[in-house]
């Protein structure tokens, strides 16, 4: 074998990150509201806006939907999910248990590595309020799952991740302009009491910046924008290039 030949073992290691950069630029464009709950995911526009194959996009798309934001139906196209009101609230009933989970785990045990990463998210979302709707969401979204991942425990990140996900999508259907806007200063003020190794102050915080997050985010329904997938994925094709 010489030194150009491609093994299998390097030919789906290849695959893997190809579907994995697909993955994180289409996650990333729905939860940044680039495409509206309700939009179709034909596979061939999808494979061809990030220049891969039905068969990535396919694997990608399922991943997507365990994850909850995409919907598909047997013998329909994928669509990413527009999760009713009912959903919504059901949603964030879990993200509300587990989440009280990620404080009693952390409270008193945030070393300053932590303590720092935290508080330099914190000011990426300060930067970010009043000048882009979606991009606060997404770090909105990203300081829980920040702080799931500090924790350690794996299935305890992955659903964390998967309701964070849905809840982004969730506020990019239902959430007013800059609604999660006013949830800067309450990160905030979780970190400080995990800092302080305060759990019940913690937990109490979190329950109350969810259930504020839920009422800010649940109010009016926003319409579908009508443009073409293709132009919709432009900017997120270099962004499944780097994977």
Known sequence: MTSQEITPTKRASRAGN????????????????AIAPGTKLPEDSVGESF???????????????????VSQQPNKRATVASPSLAEA?????????????VIETLAGRMTPAMTEKLRAHV???????????????????????????????????RYVAEVASRCSLILALYGRPHSSEC???????????????DEETGVRIMDEHLTAVATRGLLDLKPVREREL???????????AKS
């Open 18 to 33: 190809l579907a994995e950069g697909v993955y994180q630029a289409l996650r990333r464009a729905i939860i940044e509201q």
């Open 51 to 69: 220049g891969v194959s039905r068969t990535v996009v396919r694997s990608v798309l399922a991943r997507l939907t365990v994850e909850g934001l």
């Open 89 to 101: 609230r059901g949603v964030f009933q879990v993200r509300r248990s587990l989440e009280r989970t």
């Open 123 to 157: 000011a990426a979302e300060e930067r970010a309020q009043g000048r882009d709707g979606p991009e606060s969401i997404r770090l909105a979204g990203e300081f829980h799952t920040l702080l799931a991942d500090m924790t350690g425990n794996e299935l305890l990140i």
């Open 183 to 197: 949830a800067v200063n309450e990160h905030q003020m979780i970190i400080d009491a995990l800092v302080r190794g």
């Open 230 to 240: 293709k132009d919709l994925l432009a900017d997120y094709r270099p962004l499944a």
